[in-house]
């Protein structure tokens, strides 16, 4: 199991149940947050994996896969991805939209993407998964939909799919919980984003595989659920089959 580090520092980071008032040690923005770190480091939202949420973007922009699953075990595999944060709330809304726009059947611009993205920001904000119970995935997938329907604040039919479809999402992922995990939450969003699609717009995009096999488990700085997970995969697990080897005393 690996521990949540510091990107300043590399010390372990705490997350708190009550919000101090921090400074971010990038851009000298001050205030209240939930994590931080054993040397008092804080990075903000905007600067925490700011370099590797342009890369997904990018990567959004630039893929031709209309498997959403494929795009994100592609993103997942980025260096330098945290195993845990809201980069997999763009993770999940990259992945998604870019399958819908290369399937085409829905038209989806590269303006598009970047709204999803845009909206996302304003509401995925890290660690609020267990400070109010909305995982960021739920924003970004929501922001999705809302983009493809057109919905807004004040509309009818399309407010209201937006709003079924994030809770749907949100029903599936809290299934996962325990404790939570991006990753799983993004592959289960996924899978209702892809089925509330087909159901409410006939477009089926062409899914290979939604139960990818998680390579990350290892790194779980919570703990990774191991056998409750659809995703986990003991065979590559060592330590739920081959415990390491006793030493010679
Ligand atoms: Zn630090
Ligand atoms: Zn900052």
Redo the contacts with the bound molecule.
């Keep these: 199991m690996e521990k949540e ?7 372990p ?1 705490e997350y708190l149940t009550s919000s101090r008032e921090l400074t971010c ?1 990038s851009c000298g923005r001050r205030e209240k947050a939930h994590a ?6 804080y990075l903000c939202d905007s600067c925490h994996g700011a370099g590797i949420r342009k890369t997904i973007m990018e990567m959004a922009l630039m893929t031709l896969e209309k498997d959403p699953f494929k795009t994100a075990e592609a993103m997942f595999s980025q260096p330098g991805l945290p195993m845990l944060g809201c980069e997999h709330a763009v993770i999940a809304a990259g992945a998604f939209m870019s399958a819908v726009k290369n399937d085409g059947r829905v038209r989806v611009s590269n303006g598009d993407m970047g709204e999803a993205f845009q909206r996302l920001s304003r509401q995925a904000a890290g660690g609020y998964c267990g400070l109010t119970g909305v995982c960021g995935i739920l924003p970004a997938l929501g922001a999705c939909v809302s983009i493809l329907y057109e919905a807004r604040c004040g509309k009818d039919i399309e407010q209201r799919l937006t709003m079924e479809a994030v809770t749907r999402i949100s029903a599936e992922i809290v299934k996962l919980t325990g404790p939570s995990c991006c990753k799983a939450y993004v592959l289960a969003g996924l899978g209702v984003a892809v089925d509330f699609l087909r159901d409410a717009a006939g477009v089926a995009l062409p899914v290979q595989n939604r139960t990818i096999k998680c390579l990350w488990s290892a790194r779980h700085p919570h703990g990774c659920r191991l056998d409750k997970c659809p995703y986990f995969d003991a065979a590559r697990y060592w330590p739920v089959k081959t415990p390491p080897p006793a030493g010679p005393c």
Excluded at 5 to 11: D, L, M, Q
Excluded at 36 to 41: D, I, T, Y
């Design positions: 580090n510091c990107g300043v520092c590399g010390a980071v040690e931080v770190c054993s040397n008092g480091h």
